[in-house]
T-cell receptor, first 111, second 114 residues
Framework: TQLLEQSPQFLSIQEGENLTVYCNSS?????LQWYRQEPGEGPVLLVT?????EVKKLKRLTFQFGDARKDSSLHITAAQPGDTGLYLC???????????FGTGTRLKVLA | EAGVVQSPRYKIIEKKQPVAFWCNPI?????LYWYLQNLGQGPELLIR????????DSQLPKDRFSAERLKGVDSTLKIQPAELGDSAVYLC????????????FGPGTRLLVL
């Protein structure tokens, strides 16, 4: 069974601080996605990475796919209260169309 | 463009009662997903449809859960009878095609079984 472990599970930081969330697995993924979910809403896709070592930036968010395509990280620079939410990674293995979601990281940014 | 619509948004029932959730995907999206999400955790796929065909229902507890997608548009997920452990958020998502495409999620139905 594929398992995507995210760390940390919870994170509470002050506005302006930097943070990194990790997503790790023993499986190789053909693509990996990051989502943010706010209370009472469904997850919203932030980015998809498909190439080992790929780095994508979305404003203050930087996403990296591991060279071996088994892990990924999300780095937020100068966090804002609006970044608060549940961050989820999701990976799909080659030949499947099924994304397995990670365990989630709940981020709270205090003003 | 309207997003994925789900109803009801909240449902409270007593155990052993039946319950049904409805999903209307984004217009033109052939692929529809039903997920279960427990509090603070990632969604778990229950069933995936390509048009009206259920192409992956390996995670659906078929003894009490059923789903249908008549005419390949709207979908209904049913639980009968509901158990206490079924309390969770049931998310519906749709995408324009299978395989790495963006999934658009609805707001979910929050179920509480008493």
């Amino acid at each position: 069974t594929q398992l995507l472990e995210q760390s940390p599970q919870f994170l509470s930081i002050q506005e302006g601080e930097n943070l990194t969330v990790y997503c790790n697995s023993s499986s190789v993924f053909s693509s990996l996605q990051w989502y943010r979910q706010e209370p009472g809403e469904g997850p919203v896709l932030l980015v998809t990475v498909v190439t080992g070592g790929e780095v994508k930036k979305l404003k203050r968010l930087t996403f990296q796919f591991g060279d071996a395509r088994k892990d990924s990280s999300l780095h937020i620079t100068a966090a804002q209260p609006g970044d608060t939410g549940l961050y989820l990674c999701a990976g799909a293995t080659s030949g499947t169309y099924k994304y397995i979601f990670g365990t989630g990281t709940r981020l709270k940014v205090l003003a | 463009e309207a997003g994925v619509v789900q109803s009801p948004r909240y449902k409270i029932i007593e155990k052993k009662q039946p319950v049904a959730f409805w999903c209307n995907p984004i217009s033109g999206h052939n692929t529809l997903y039903w997920y279960l999400q427990n509090l603070g955790q990632g969604p778990e796929l229950l069933i995936r449809y390509e048009n009206e065909e259920a192409v992956d229902d390996s995670q659906l507890p078929k003894d009490r859960f059923s789903a249908e997608r008549l005419k390949g548009v709207d979908s209904t997920l049913k639980i009968q009878p509901a158990e206490l452990g079924d309390s969770a958020v049931y998310l519906c998502a749709s995408s324009s095609s299978r395989g790495g495409e963006t999934q658009y999620f609805g707001p979910g139905t929050r179920l509480l079984v008493l």
